[in-house]
């Protein structure tokens, strides 16, 4: 007989770590069961390793958040000043620029994810997810299952059976979804079902099941395409690489003339460059380079990005680039309205839900997906002491 669970967890993303480790420090005792798609945690905060060198790493997705609220005593300010003591973030002061369609640098920050304090990894995105998920994991109560798409959910009044895309079956008390695919439609194609997991485990009328998933499939997500790329080894921007990381961002009118939304720099053991060209609204331009040749994608890439460091004064000779690869995100970020917070928990059918797709700070970026995480952990702590 397989293990039975006290919760599973489905998404191995930073609103999962967040909702974990505060469940586990406000004590909860029971058993975890983390099932992830992925190869390992991140989520949209993940980081890619080179194939030719494992040493040489990028966040491929999102590298940085941030604070544009007053939090003053709220939770989600704690929460920061934790992730700041532990040493898991640090300020990214002085560390960003951002230009316009002059290639011109502007005074003040208008793009949104550069408003107020800005943080990111003290090591990179996928480690600061993992060392949040086990910050208080002290008794290892979380077990991790990894390269495992969930398809198919059936809850039979007492237990959640959890099914995935390779047959393997997880069975929990309480569940957990972090990321709304399974509630979507575009789970349909996307997991190759006839019909919307969570329609089809909860089949029966229940007006908060009913709700969340007729609001998750109003929401509409932002497409981002960003290329990784490294140079060759001893590549120095002359003057600006004194530090780790650069953010070259770009205001509006800057994102329409250079064709990029951000370029970010990442400084690697070898003292080459790691580089990552963030794109949006460009589908049909790169599909049509990629179509004819990956090579010729490459090049378009390439040419933009050295005219962008040229024209702007940045270096005064092309950086030779060695090594790209292009990341296609097909759902970045919600965008419509959020999820009512109401809508986190389910008594009834023992199910809860977090991510960047509720109506809380910071909707639609990590402070969403961490703020969300910190909301269904107290939520889920009061059910627990109430139920078991
Ligand atoms: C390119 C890019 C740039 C970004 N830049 C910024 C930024 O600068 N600042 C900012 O604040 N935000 C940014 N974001 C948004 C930010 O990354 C997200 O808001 C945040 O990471 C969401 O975290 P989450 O835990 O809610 O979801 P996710 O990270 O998506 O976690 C959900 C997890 O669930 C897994 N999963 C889903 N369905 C299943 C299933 N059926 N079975 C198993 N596993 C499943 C997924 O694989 C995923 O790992 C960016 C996003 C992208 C893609």
């Not at 040489?56 to 005593?73: E, I, R, T």
């Not at 393997?168 to 309480?174: A, C, D, E, N, T």
């Not at 229940?206 to 497409?223: F, G, R, V, W």
């Not at 380079?289 to 270096?315: A, M, V």
Request: charged share 25%; with cysteine.
């Amino acid at each position: 007989m397989e293990n039975i669970y006290d919760l599973v967890v489905i998404g191995g993303g930073i609103s999962s770590s967040t909702f974990i480790a505060n469940i586990l420090k406000k004590g909860f005792k029971g058993k975890i069961a983390v099932v992830e798609a992925g190869r390992g945690l991140g989520g949209r905060c993940s980081t890619r390793y080179s194939y030719k060198d494992k040493k040489l790493a990028l966040n491929h997705g999102c590298p940085n958040f941030n604070v544009n609220y007053s939090l003053k005593n709220s939770s989600l300010d704690d929460f920061i000043t934790e992730l700041l003591d532990k040493n898991l973030i640090k300020n990214l002061e002085n560390s960003c620029f951002e230009f316009d369609e002059n290639y011109k640098l502007s005074k003040n920050y208008t793009n949104d994810f550069y408003l107020g304090n800005v943080y990111t990894s003290t090591c990179n995105m996928s480690k600061l997810v993992e060392n949040l998920i086990n910050l208080y994991n002290t008794k290892n109560q979380i077990d991790f299952y990894f390269e495992s798409l969930i398809v198919k959910l059936n809850f039979n009044s007492k237990l959640w059976n959890i099914i995935s895309n390779k047959n393997k079956k997880i069975v929990g008390k309480f569940l957990v979804c972090t990321s709304n695919l399974l509630l979507h439609k575009r789970s349909l194609e996307i997991l190759n079902v006839c019909e919307i997991p969570l329609r089809k485990a909860v089949n029966k009328k229940n007006i908060k099941i009913d709700e969340i998933i007729k609001l998750t499939n109003k929401q509409e997500y932002i497409k981002r395409n960003n290329f990784l790329i490294f140079t060759k080894e001893n590549c120095h921007l002359e003057g600006i690489f004194d530090k780790d990381i650069i953010h070259f961002i770009f205001n509006e009118k800057g994102q329409k003339e250079i064709g990029f939304e951000r370029i970010i720099f990442q400084k690697q053991f070898n003292n080459s460059l790691g580089i990552v060209v963030h794109t949006r609204n460009m589908e049909h331009v790169l599909d049509n380079y990629d179509r004819e040749n990956k090579k010729f994608l490459y090049q378009f890439i390439s040419n933009k990005l050295n005219k962008f460091l040229i024209k702007s004064q940045i270096t005064f000779k092309n950086l030779l680039l060695d090594d790209f690869s292009r990341m296609t995100w097909r759902a970045s970020q919600p965008i419509g309205e959020g999820i009512p917070e109401r809508l986190q928990i389910c008594e009834e059918y023992k199910i809860g839900f977090c991510g960047d797709w509720f109506q809380v700070e910071g909707y639609g970026s990590v402070l969403g997906a961490i703020s969300s995480g910190l909301k269904l952990s107290k939520k889920f702590i009061k059910f627990y002491e109430i139920n078991d």
